[in-house]
């Protein structure tokens, strides 16, 4: 019912940037918390960025500075801007969409975009 849409990931020299999005469709009123989680090989999941409304933005220590979440409620897409990029970067980055308002008291949880890889080299 609800689908996330990635784009934006590709291959970047350290130093560089990257612009990630992600776009939720759906009969879609709302979203509560919209984030970006990655998955580098042979570790587990770990949360990156997110935002909650009425909140202020979270970030992970291994990114904040570099990496900034954005919102655009109405368009229900997220982004994660990312600068300075590190090799240690490197993994599979995948959006996050949670306590979606699909209206008539009805509401989707934790889902989750394909994955997008980003690879960043020396």
């Known amino acids: 019912q609800v689908q996330l849409v990635e784009s934006g990931g590709g291959s970047v020299q350290a130093g560089g940037s990257l612009r990630l999005s992600c776009v939720a469709s759906g009969s879609i009123v709302s979203i509560d918390t919209m984030g970006w989680a990655r998955q580098a090989p042979g570790k587990l999941r770990e949360d990156v960025a997110s935002?909650?409304?009425?909140?202020?933005?979270a970030y992970a220590d291994s990114v904040k500075g570099r990496f900034t979440i954005s919102r655009d409620n109405a368009k229900n897409t997220v982004y994660l801007q990312m600068n300075s990029l590190l090799p240690e970067d490197t993994a599979v980055y995948y959006c996050n969409a949670n306590s979606i308002d699909l209206g008539g008291r009805k509401f989707a949880y934790n889902i989750w975009g394909q994955g997008t890889q980003v690879t960043v080299s020396s």
């Open positions: 935002w909650t409304s009425g909140d202020s933005p």
